[in-house]
């Protein structure tokens, strides 16, 4: 079955520092891999995009990464501001019929 | 460019009752769809459309309705609400080539139903 998994579910961290989210997935076929940010009472923005061939994308201080045969990804957020907080969703683009699956998300706080 | 628009923000059916839920673009996007998310779920796919005049099933189709008579308009109707259908609703657009399309989805600001 096409999962996408993510952990940790919530992650508390100070203003300033950095952190990591994982992504793991079943999928397949892959087409892309793509991180959204989706803060309280909003619709999910795009932060990155990763095909097959991508290792790594930037997006300012999102730094998302993609191994492919392990199947997994994880974004890295640098200097953590207090607008980081937020739900972080990782979704796995299935390659046959172009079907996107959300994991639930992590959420993270930064506090000051 | 407004982006993706969704009226209304907030409503509470009674069980039995209808309503539509509206979603514009004006980005000129081929395609449009419509998610539900629970809370603490992921987000599932109702129902999408690839053009004018072509809708599909998503994951989740069961108790809703769409049409697209229009490039910028994609209204989902529930017929009958349930509270199962309890959950928040965002139409979102992209402009898509396909399966293998790396295209962006850009996401309306949602609208938060409650079915009691």
């Known amino acids: 079955k096409n999962q996408v998994e993510q952990s940790p579910q919530s992650l508390i961290i100070l203003e300033g520092k950095n952190c990591t989210l994982q992504?793991?997935?079943?999928?397949?076929?892959?087409?892309?891999l793509r991180w959204y940010k989706q803060d309280t009472g909003r619709g999910p923005v795009s932060l990155t995009i990763m095909t097959f061939s991508e290792n790594t994308k930037s997006n300012g201080r999102y730094t998302a990464t993609l191994d492919a045969d392990t199947k997994q990804s994880s974004l890295h957020i640098t200097a953590s501001q207090l607008s980081d907080s937020a739900s972080y969703i990782c979704?796995?683009?299935?390659?046959?019929?172009?079907?996107?699956?959300f994991g639930k998300g992590t959420k993270l706080s930064v506090k000051p | 460019n407004a982006g993706v628009t969704q009226t209304p923000k907030f409503r509470i059916l009674k069980i039995g009752q209808s309503m539509t839920l509206q979603c514009a673009q004006d980005?000129?996007?081929?395609?449009m769809y419509w998610y539900r998310q629970d809370p603490g779920m992921g987000l599932k796919l109702i129902y999408y459309?690839?053009?004018?005049?072509?809708?599909d099933k998503g994951e989740v189709p069961n108790g809703y309705n769409v049409s697209r008579s229009t490039t910028e308009d994609f209204p989902l109707r529930l017929e009958l609400a349930a509270p199962s259908q309890t959950s928040v609703y965002f139409c979102a657009s992209s402009y898509s080539t396909g399966q293998g399309s790396t295209d962006t989805q850009y996401f309306g600001p949602g609208t938060r139903l409650t079915v009691l």
């Open positions: 459309s690839v053009g004018a005049g072509i809708t």
């Open positions: 979704v796995v683009k299935e390659g046959s019929q172009g079907n996107l699956i």
């Open positions: 992504c793991n997935y079943t999928v397949s076929p892959f087409s892309n």
């Open positions: 980005m000129n996007h081929n395609y």
